[in-house]
Every structure is written in structure tokens, then in C-alpha cells.
């Protein structure tokens, strides 16, 4: 309590992740930062609740002997844990490096050795088994879902609940700096045969304050993550904006329920490839009338290549953006490859704009646009 008080109270300009982490905590002590779903119930965490639980997974991880320049590796889908070991190990002066959930074990073999991380995070047995079987050797290993690992016996393992509850009171406020690399992956690749991307504090601040402003988003958008977590455009285009802005972050419980979960959460903002809206195309036109003979098929049809008319939109349009979660989104936001034009266009008969992100305009200064967009063909969040 001590930590969290001082931290809210710092009179520090925010110039990094963590310390508008704190900004947020200090503005919006009754806001939800983050919701997500735990055997189907939705949790909350406040502002202040997570800034506190960040401080102390820093404590724990200064504890375990990470500091200044040390690399946490991370392995998982989206979860609430993984937010918060990101932004502890950021707190630090750390350099967090995401590691593919698809990768081949001699890429991630590769990878461990090219990043020597000094802590590991993983979901579940199977990213730790992963993790162990690549030859992780660093300080510890700390996995979320304790399910199917109690038998395990190796001591560099931890159980975050456990390894949480022992950490010491921790610093003030966060030790980082603008100049410290807070993400380091690799553009295209494996470790071997592809540059290294470092991106400082200041870098990924100065990007979401353009996303910010092209997007015109704000504290009250409910944004919605739902697939694989990779840390390095999520936090560039989707941590990095939620921080600085101060909305809701949603995440889903798994990648199978992401779907249900998106309809119950009626998110404003969502990111995706064009893959992703592709696969919600056809979830939607699988409920479409399998003839346009008929009356309904007749209506459907009309309201879909209209432009305007409010009953189409009621009975029609917005229930169909509904079948995807989609029919309150603001901001359907697209990185990678631009969508084709058919699928821009089946998605604004719905009402819902695909906008390819990051715009160059909104790329970091000084950084090729083809060097940041093919970074995100493989560290990506899909809703």
C-alpha cells in the first residue's frame, strides 16, 4: 500500500508504459482497466488494483534478480497475467521479447539463445513444456494455469499466484526511463537470419499518441482482445494506446470463446488482420438466408447493398454485425495487409469501417513503414 500510495502521488511527468500506468491509477481510481473472463465470469480490475499488482510482480522479479536491460521472455495467449508481467519487467528497465505460439522448437531454441532471457512467462504446461524442451536456463520460469504441473519438480519453476503472494513491498515508482528498449523481437524470420527490432519507451509513447489522435480514440472505448498474444504489436498498437488513453481492456478466456465473448462485451475498438475479418465474413454470411427467393432472402439482399434506410439498418445491418460482436464497434482496425476491396466493402454495408492500421502517418519517425508493417504479420492480437 505503501508503493501504490507513493507511486499515484509522484509528481513524475509520464514518459513511459509504467508511468502511465500510474497517471491512470491517479486519474481514474474507480475506472475498469482491465475485464476478463475466468470459467465463464467476467473480472475487473481497476486502475489502482492493477497498478498494485504490477509494482509487486516487479518486486518479486527484482527478488529473482532481474533488473535494468535483463529480457523476459513470453510465451501465452492474452491474460491478465501476462499484461501485468509485461509491464513489471518494463518497470524495471526491462526489455520484454515476444516468442511465437507457433513456433517450430528450433526456432524457439533459437530464440532462447539469441535473447539469454533472464525470466520466462508461459500460460499453461503446454508453453512450459515448450519453454523447457527449447532449453530455457534462466532464473524462473513463471506459468499462469498451475493445471497439469503440480508433479513438476524442476525449482526454476513458479506458480504466479505463489510467486505474487511472496514478493517484498516494492519501488515507488518505475526505475525505466523514455531511452530504455521496452520490446525487442525480430522483423521477419528466425532468430538467425533476421534484423532485430529495439524499441524504446519513447518510440512505441510517440506512436500511440499518433494512433490516439488519427483514430480519435478516448477513455471511454471498450477495446477487445481475443486471440494470440504477442506483445509486440499488441503493445504497440493496442497496450501502448490503452495506457495513454485510459479505456477498458476486454479479454477473452480463450481463443474458442472469443467470439461469444466479443457479443457479451460489444466492443467500440477491435484490431485484426484481414484474415480475421475474413473469418467473421463468413461467420455472418452463414446466417444469411440460404435463398434470396424467398422474402427474407429479398430483404436481406436490399438491405445489404443499401446505403441508407433506418429499418434496414434496425432489422437487418446491425443484427448481422451483432452475430460477430461487432454491432457497437467505432474503430474495426486492420494491421498486416490491407483487406481486399470486397471484404472493405461487405463490412460498411454493415456499418462497420475497416481502417488499416498503423496509417503511415502514424509509423515512428525515422523507422521504414515496410519495416514495422511486416513485423506484424507474426506478433499479432486478432479479436
Same mark, same amino acid.
Given at each position: 500500500?505503501?508503493?501504490?500510495? &507513493?507511486?499515484?502521488?509522484?509528481?513524475?511527468?509520464?514518459?513511459?508504459?509504467?508511468?502511465?500506468?500510474?497517471?491512470?491509477?491517479?486519474?481514474?481510481?474507480?475506472?475498469?482497466?482491465?475485464?476478463? &473472463?475466468?470459467?465463464?465470469?467476467?473480472?475487473? &480490475?481497476? %486502475?489502482?488494483?492493477?497498478?498494485?499488482?504490477?509494482?509487486?510482480?516487479?518486486?518479486?522479479?527484482?527478488?529473482?534478480?532481474?533488473?535494468?536491460?535483463?529480457?523476459?521472455?513470453?510465451?501465452?495467449?492474452?491474460?491478465?497475467?501476462?499484461?501485468?508481467?509485461?509491464?513489471?519487467?518494463? %518497470?524495471?528497465?526491462?526489455?520484454?521479447?515476444?516468442?511465437?505460439?507457433?513456433?517450430?522448437?528450433?526456432?524457439?531454441?533459437?530464440?532462447?539463445?539469441?535473447?539469454?532471457?533472464?525470466?520466462?512467462?508461459?500460460?499453461?504446461?503446454?508453453?512450459?513444456?515448450?519453454?523447457?524442451?527449447?532449453?530455457?536456463?534462466? &532464473?524462473?520460469?513463471?506459468?499462469?494455469?498451475?493445471?497439469?504441473?503440480?508433479?513438476?519438480?524442476?525449482?526454476?519453476?513458479?506458480?504466479?499466484?505463489?510467486?505474487?503472494?511472496?514478493?517484498?513491498?516494492?519501488?515507488?515508482?518505475?526505475?525505466?526511463?523514455?531511452?530504455?528498449?521496452?520490446?525487442?523481437?525480430?522483423?521477419?524470420?528466425?532468430?538467425?537470419?533476421?534484423?532485430?527490432?529495439?524499441?524504446?519507451?519513447?518510440?512505441?509513447?510517440?506512436?500511440?499518441?499518433?494512433?490516439?489522435?488519427?483514430?480519435?480514440?478516448?477513455?471511454?472505448?471498450?477495446?477487445?482482445?481475443?486471440?494470440?498474444?504477442?506483445?509486440?504489436?499488441?503493445?504497440?498498437?493496442?497496450?501502448?494506446?490503452?495506457?495513454?488513453?485510459?479505456?477498458?481492456?476486454?479479454?477473452?478466456?480463450?481463443?474458442?470463446?472469443?467470439?461469444?465473448?466479443?457479443?457479451?462485451?460489444?466492443?467500440?475498438?477491435?484490431?485484426?488482420?484481414?484474415?480475421?475479418?475474413?473469418?467473421?465474413?463468413?461467420?455472418?454470411?452463414?446466417?444469411?438466408?440460404?435463398?434470396?427467393?424467398?422474402?427474407?432472402?429479398?430483404?436481406?439482399?436490399?438491405?445489404?447493398?443499401?446505403?441508407?434506410?433506418?429499418?434496414?439498418?434496425?432489422?437487418?445491418?446491425?443484427?448481422?454485425?451483432?452475430?460477430?460482436?461487432?454491432?457497437?464497434?467505432?474503430?474495426?482496425?486492420?494491421?498486416?495487409?490491407?483487406?481486399?476491396?470486397?471484404?472493405?466493402?461487405?463490412?460498411?454495408?454493415?456499418?462497420?469501417?475497416?481502417?488499416? %492500421?498503423?496509417?503511415?502517418?502514424?509509423?515512428?519517425?525515422?523507422?521504414?513503414?515496410?519495416?514495422?508493417?511486416?513485423?506484424?504479420?507474426?506478433?499479432?492480437?486478432?479479436?
Amino acid at each position: 500500500m505503501h508503493t501504490l500510495n &507513493k507511486a499515484l502521488s509522484s509528481s513524475n511527468s509520464p514518459d513511459t508504459l509504467p508511468a502511465h500506468l500510474c497517471e491512470q491509477a491517479r486519474l481514474q481510481p474507480r475506472t475498469v482497466a482491465l475485464r476478463f &473472463k475466468r470459467l465463464g465470469i467476467w473480472h475487473e &480490475k481497476r %486502475w489502482p488494483d492493477l497498478l498494485a499488482e504490477v509494482a509487486g510482480a516487479a518486486a518479486a522479479l527484482q527478488t529473482d534478480g532481474f533488473g535494468n536491460g535483463d529480457v523476459l521472455a513470453l510465451l501465452g495467449q492474452p491474460s491478465p497475467e501476462a499484461v501485468v508481467m509485461l509491464l513489471a519487467a518494463q %518497470w524495471l528497465g526491462g526489455v520484454v521479447a515476444p516468442l511465437a505460439l507457433d513456433a517450430e522448437p528450433e526456432a524457439l531454441a533459437s530464440a532462447l539463445i539469441g535473447l539469454r532471457p533472464c525470466i520466462a512467462f508461459g500460460d499453461d504446461q503446454e508453453q512450459v513444456d515448450r519453454l523447457l524442451a527449447a532449453g530455457f536456463s534462466g &532464473k524462473r520460469l513463471i506459468y499462469a494455469d498451475a493445471r497439469g504441473l503440480h508433479a513438476y519438480r524442476q525449482t526454476v519453476l513458479a506458480s504466479y499466484g505463489e510467486w505474487l503472494a511472496a514478493a517484498p513491498d516494492g519501488s515507488a515508482y518505475p526505475h525505466c526511463v523514455a531511452r530504455d528498449v521496452a520490446l525487442r523481437y525480430h522483423v521477419a524470420g528466425g532468430w538467425d537470419d533476421g534484423p532485430v527490432c529495439r524499441i524504446t519507451h519513447a518510440e512505441i509513447l510517440d506512436g500511440a499518441r499518433r494512433l490516439i489522435a488519427a483514430s480519435g480514440l478516448n477513455v471511454g472505448e471498450e477495446a477487445f482482445a481475443g486471440r494470440r498474444f504477442a506483445p509486440a504489436g499488441v503493445v504497440r498498437y493496442l497496450l501502448a494506446p490503452w495506457l495513454l488513453a485510459g479505456f477498458t481492456l476486454n479479454i477473452a478466456e480463450s481463443p474458442e470463446s472469443r467470439d461469444p465473448d466479443r457479443r457479451e462485451i460489444g466492443p467500440s475498438l477491435i484490431l485484426g488482420s484481414a484474415e480475421t475479418y475474413a473469418r467473421l465474413r463468413s461467420r455472418i454470411q452463414a446466417r444469411l438466408p440460404a435463398s434470396r427467393d424467398g422474402w427474407r432472402g429479398r430483404l436481406v439482399s436490399a438491405a445489404l447493398h443499401s446505403r441508407s434506410g433506418l429499418l434496414a439498418r434496425i432489422l437487418v445491418r446491425r443484427p448481422l454485425a451483432e452475430v460477430a460482436g461487432l454491432g457497437r464497434v467505432r474503430h474495426a482496425l486492420v494491421v498486416g495487409p490491407a483487406p481486399d476491396a470486397d471484404l472493405t466493402e461487405f463490412f460498411a454495408r454493415l456499418g462497420v469501417s475497416l481502417r488499416r %492500421w498503423p496509417d503511415a502517418a502514424c509509423l515512428p519517425q525515422n523507422r521504414p513503414p515496410e519495416h514495422d508493417l511486416a513485423s506484424l504479420l507474426n506478433v499479432w492480437v486478432a479479436p
